[in-house]
T-cell receptor, first 112, second 114 residues
Framework: GENVEQHPSTLSVQEGDSAVIKCTYS??????FPWYKQELGKRPQLIID?????GEKKDQRIAVTLNKTAKHFSLHITETQPEDSAVYFC???????????FGTGTKLQVIP | DGGITQSPKYLFRKEGQNVTLSCEQN?????MYWYRQDPGQGLRLIYY???????QKGDIAEGYSVSREKKESFPLTVTSAQKNPTAFYLC?????????????FGSGTRLTVV
């Protein structure tokens, strides 16, 4: 099955700095790459996603990049704010279906 | 509360007992999923259902069972065969089973075996 590795497991940044989280995957047929944010005690929420026909996608301070050749994709958060503190999960689909496999999560702490 | 409701929020089970976790959605979504969340292991798929009366095993289905008799409901039963059931369980739904439909998650059920 699909194997998704996510790094780092924890990340601390100063407010205003950028944060980058990286994921690698194994299934070359994967073509959908969502990112979820889970604040403490809350449910995961989709924050951005990208399909394999696009190399980069931005939404305000959040961007995702995809390198299909190398089978890795990254989440970039610029001008971090304390409310960005959460656990972030990358994911990718298995085969041609919507069923996704999640990474192990990155706990991001933004220090004021 | 986001259109997908899980109950109860906390559940305690004695060893050897079966328990059922409820998941109900009013989003008219076709696909529903059950994930288990353990510290340091992310979310692991237990079962998923693309349409009513159909469901498939995920990566860690052993010791669990599901049913999908109604579009809006996807209950998960944790059986006594599940060796380590203490975990946080998340239910999710998506509009369809097709690529690009993001998940909507429930607020989760924390199951503890006592």
């Amino acid at each position: 099955g699909e194997n998704v590795e996510q790094h780092p497991s924890t990340l601390s940044v100063q407010e205003g700095d950028s944060a980058v989280i990286k994921c690698t995957y194994s299934d070359s047929a994967s073509n959908y790459f969502p990112w979820y944010k889970q604040e403490l005690g809350k449910r995961p929420q989709l924050i951005i996603d990208i399909r394999s026909n696009v190399g980069e996608k931005k939404d305000q301070r959040i961007a995702v990049t995809l390198n299909k050749t190398a089978k890795h994709f990254s989440l970039h958060i610029t001008e971090t704010q304390p409310e960005d503190s959460a656990v972030y999960f990358c994911a990718t689909n298995t085969g041609g279906y919507q069923k996704v496999t999640f990474g192990t999560g990155t706990k991001l702490q933004v220090i004021p | 509360d986001g259109g997908i409701t899980q109950s109860p929020k906390y559940l305690f089970r004695k060893e050897g007992q079966n328990v059922t976790l409820s998941c109900e959605q009013n989003l008219n979504h076709d696909a529903m999923y059950w994930y288990r969340q353990d510290p340091g292991q992310g979310l692991r798929l237990i079962y998923y259902s693309q349409i009513v009366n159909d469901f498939q095993k995920g990566d860690i289905a052993e010791g669990y069972s599901v049913s999908r008799e109604k579009k809006e409901s996807f209950p998960l039963t944790v059986t006594s065969a599940q060796k380590n059931p203490t975990a946080f369980y998340l239910c999710a739904s998506s509009k369809s089973g097709h690529i690009g439909d993001g998940y909507t998650f429930g607020s989760g059920t924390r199951l503890t075996v006592v």
